[in-house]
């Protein structure tokens, strides 16, 4: 497993001293010379404070947004210097999950499954879209809409979507946050079995600690750099680890 400030030959994502600065009059430094890899068939959640760099870092590990420097890499591809096209091949092997759901309202559950694949000109795979909906317990609902749906069922949708790819790597920005507990707890059940069983590596940004516990390590952000990490990590852990950070 990649531990901070180290990469390792199975990273399916990394970064190696990556800075990102938003342009502004303040400059505001988002990242600072952050390096640390994500492996397959591990879990990973992202914490820190308010401010800290989580999702900033997600978005630079998934190409969603570049770094001022440093390097970023998925499935052994730099992406930092890519442009569209080129930077969709180089996500294929992404799945991401928000916590805003982001379906397609007009779209049947079916078609949000499959509209990745039809982005990246890949042949859909309805076969596929309809084995992962039944594993999120969806089966009957794929000609459903979204609005049809309830929260947690749309949040499974997006969990089905982003699997349907065979995805190396699921990056998830607080997939639980709008969520109650219970279904909160079936969303992370997927992505454990994500890990477990189909060998992804999952990247979570969360706030709540037994979210977190979940994971395999946490790896936790304090004023854009990493601050430690946990592994094997309790909800109790997790939680005074926070308590520790944002009182500095």
Known sequence: MATMGTLTTTAVADLTDVTKVYAGPTGTRALDHVTVGFDRGTFTAVMGPSGSGKSTLLHCAAGLDRPTSGRVRLAGTEIGGLREPALTVARR????????????????????????????????????ARE?????????????????????????????????????????????????????????????????????????????????????RVVFLADGQLAGEESAPTAEQVAARMTELSAR
């Open 93 to 128: 092997g992404v799945g991401f999950v928000f916590q805003s759901f982001n379906l397609v309202a007009a779209l049947t559950v079916e078609q949000n499954v499959l509209l990745p694949q039809r982005l990246a000109g890949r042949r859909p795979d309805r076969r596929r």
């Open 132 to 216: 992962v909906l039944a594993r999120v317990g969806l089966a009957g609902k794929e000609k459903a809409l979204p609005g049809q749906l309830s929260g947690g069922q749309q949040q499974r949708v997006a969990v089905a979507r982003a699997l349907a790819g065979r995805p190396e790597v699921i990056f998830g920005d607080e997939p639980t946050g709008a969520l109650d507990l219970t279904t909160g707890r079936e969303v992370l059940g997927l992505l454990r079995h994500a890990v477990d069983s189909d060998g992804a590596a999952v990247v979570m940004v969360t706030h709540d600690p037994n979210a977190a516990a979940w994971a395999d």
